[in-house]
């Protein structure tokens, strides 16, 4: 079955600081892949996506994400954090194969301190 | 920025009861689903329709709910009789293809007492 893996639950930064948030996934076909973020009681907004070629991708905010297909990983990064970030963010991935719907992560809490 | 609109943003209804959930998806995309998220768990995919029809379904959605496209734009998802483990916040999404990437409405929050 096709799985996400968000291993923190919760992660606390400082303002200005790197920040890294992980997401493993399990699919038995060439996924594509996002990262959402969602505020509280909003909806929730795409950051970046991966579908194929340059596994690196840049998003908005100042995110950017490496697709590692021999990790089965896609961690999402930013270089400096700033308050506004605060925010749950959640992987999701898809495949054609499985009708293209998609499968989130449980998601990862962000606090960012000042 | 074109946008996948949500009406009502808060509903609260009574055990039993019957409601709709509306949407406004993107006009021009062509693959519509809803996903719902219980409070503190993960976003949950519930039916994905293409075409006029249901293309999947998740075992979430069973015989309770449906979905329909009256009317060219709006895309509705419907409980028939609400449990109270139907209290969530519903999530409604098109896109005009994958690799397009999924575009979420901000969500209706349903409440059964």
């Known amino acids: 079955a096709q799985s996400v893996t968000q291993p923190d639950i919760h992660i606390t930064v400082s303002e200005g600081a790197s920040l890294e948030l992980r997401c493993n996934y399990s699919y038995g076909a060439t996924p594509y892949l996002f990262w959402y973020v969602q505020s509280p009681g909003q909806g929730l907004q795409l950051l970046l996506k991966y579908f194929s070629g340059d596994t690196l991708v840049q998003g908005i905010k100042g995110f950017e994400a490496e697709f590692k297909r021999s990790q089965s990983s896609f961690n999402l990064r930013k270089p400096s954090v700033h308050w506004s970030d605060a925010a749950e963010y959640f992987c999701?991935?898809?495949?054609?194969?499985?009708?293209?719907?998609?499968?989130f992560g449980a998601g990862t809490i962000l606090r960012v301190k000042s | 920025e074109p946008e996948v609109t949500q009406t009502p943003s808060h509903q609260v209804t009574q055990m039993g009861q019957e409601v709709i959930l509306r949407c406004v998806p993107i006009?021009?995309?062509?693959?519509f689903y809803w996903y719902r998220q219980i409070l503190g768990q993960k976003v949950e995919f519930l039916v994905s329709?293409?075409?006029?029809?249901?293309?999947?379904k998740s075992e979430i959605f069973d015989d309770q709910f449906s979905v329909e496209r009256p009317d060219g734009s709006n895309f509705t998802l419907k409980i028939r009789s609400t449990k109270l483990e139907d209290s969530a916040m519903y999530f409604c999404?098109?896109?005009?293809?994958?690799?397009?990437?999924?575009?979420f409405g901000s969500g209706t929050r349903l409440t059964v007492v």
């Open positions: 999404a098109s896109t005009m293809g994958e690799s397009y990437g999924y575009t």
């Open positions: 999701a991935v898809g495949a054609r194969e499985y009708g293209n719907k998609l499968v």
């Open positions: 006009s021009n995309h062509l693959y």
């Open positions: 329709f293409y075409n006029n029809e249901i293309s999947e």
